[in-house]
């Protein structure tokens, strides 16, 4: 510590400080200064934003809460999707079309002889199935629709964006040229046209494997989607590796010798990574839009699975008799469509380093 | 300028050309021929057709030839109907372009004016109203929408009646078709309105006293228009699309109509002539809005 006294004063006009004027600090505050804020990650800190945005919190509780009840419920709804409801054994022919919580003449009976029936909470459809795990199967369904190909669109355009923008030049370009044609043919043509070729193409290729189980129109789908979505997504990582590439730990990197494929996991990837996960969670909600639209006319998944889109397909015949059969199917579409465009919102505003101040 | 248009208008040919190029060979690949029903004519008439439909040549001249009709406006023949494709689209398409075109003018025209009370109120309760109601519409699909529509007012409340061809009220359909890009210009307005609202010479202008009125419809607008502009094409693809359903919800006779029954008896001649139909429609409109942003805006360089 400088003894104020000792230091010698230079000329007159110095602008050296007086040290006299100044005293030490006391100890406490000293510690008033130490109070500096929690040091904190860039994880962390958008995962704060995210938790108090009340929108995104909601949507992420109303979504976690659908898929709870689709994983749940079929286990306790005693009826499958496409089981007819019978009553001690034998089909019931009168629990057609029933409105939400009623009961058809026979399990009426059944109730007042002492049995206890599962109440049918959505009614029955036209062929006497309960409508609730129809709606729930349905769910289930576009939900994985749009989580697989939001997952297929992920990959490739991952791999496809970061091999072209990493590797730059004439490879480039001439992949450039293929996203920029691709992405210039009108999508949803392109996704009827092929998911119908596909489907009939598929029918006969697929007759008797184990693929044909989850039905043709659905791995049809998926290749349609994967096929066609993948160029947005590989726009966008290659236009954030163009633009990391040019760091200097990068180059650091690279004069540790370190291979292209490592770069690319290990630096590159990591710092694109938020705005990869937002583009994928806002893919989700405009898969489940495509999958919905193509069901409903009439391409979507096969008959006796059903789909929020081809559920609401079937109730357009009775419109003005049951219109609960349209509400239901579509309500559980625009939630979580809502859902997770509000949750995509959420995570823009929290991660996006473009928003960050 | 003129390069760029040039290398926009053969992309849009190549765009184009490739579409056609899918469809043929799709259509190909579907097995079974276009003779191939529960009703097989007997092989002399077969082969008849099949020398009338130049089916009887290999691919690559059938290629050719189907191009060749293209370019004539020939799509060729129904295979439920037998009858001409073309004839079929011009008959069906006036009504879906009068309702395509409605929905596009309410969608602009409520758009901007939603976008501006949203950017000039902002977080005063009209703003957060019409982002509450812009939020939401952008996740109803369009057949949720029509459905919905459709049961509350025509089939409930009764005030409008059914589709029908005596009484054709487009009030339902174009609304249930221009709600979505409607709420989609209402956003886009909104953040490029707020955006040139901070601007230096928005400033300048009301410091020389020019009204606020005029402010807002001389200097913000007109500069706040040209990211709308570019949302035009993808605008187009939506309402071609929304309308198969919307036409189909409504019963409305128009090409969507056509292209979801034909999807649904499997009618593959139909479904291509629609798709490249429509597909060069979409690709027009994304060039118009393409060069159009680019002719208003003299910022923007022609590259």
Known sequence: MYDPNTIPKKHLLSLQLDLKKFEPATEEEKRQTDQMRESTTFFRDGMRKLVKNPLAMASIVVLVLIIVTIFVAPLIVPYGYQDMITVDGKRDKTATNLAPFTYSELEQKAIESGESIFPHIFGTDELGRDYFIRTIYGTRVSLAVGLFASIIVLIIGLLYGSISGYTGGKTDIIMM????????LPDMLMVILLSVVLDAVLKNALTGTALAKIGTNMISLFIVFGLLYWVGMARLVRGQILTIKNNEYILAAKAIGAKPGRIIRKHVLPNCMSVIIISTALQIPSAIFTESFLSFVGLGVQAPMPSLGSLANAARGGLGSYPYKMIFPALMICLIVLAFNLLGDGLRDAFDPRLRR | MWKYVLKRLLLAALTVFIIITITFFAMNA???GPFASEKAPSP?????????YNLNKPLGEQYLLYLNDLLHGDFGVSLKTGRDISTTISDSFGISAKLGLMAVGVALVFGLIFGCIAALTRNKWPDRAIIFFTTLFVSVPSFVLATLLLLIFCLQLKWFSVWSTTSQNYFLPVLSLALYPMSYITRLTKTS???VMGQDYIRTAQAK??????VIAKHALRNALIPVITYVGPMTAYILTGSMVVETVFTI???GTKFVSSIAN????MIMATTIFLAVLMVLATLISDLLYKAVDPRIKFE
């Open chain 2, 193 to 195: 309105m707020l955006d």
């Open chain 1, 177 to 184: 040229r293929i996203v920029d044609i691709i992405y210039s």
């Open chain 2, 266 to 269: 499997r009618d593959y001649t």
């Open chain 2, 44 to 52: 002399d008439v077969k082969a008849v057709l099949e020398e009338r």
């Open chain 2, 30 to 32: 579907i097995p079974g």
């Open chain 2, 253 to 255: 006779g128009g090409l």
């Open chain 2, 209 to 214: 006293g020019v009204s606020h009125f005029l």
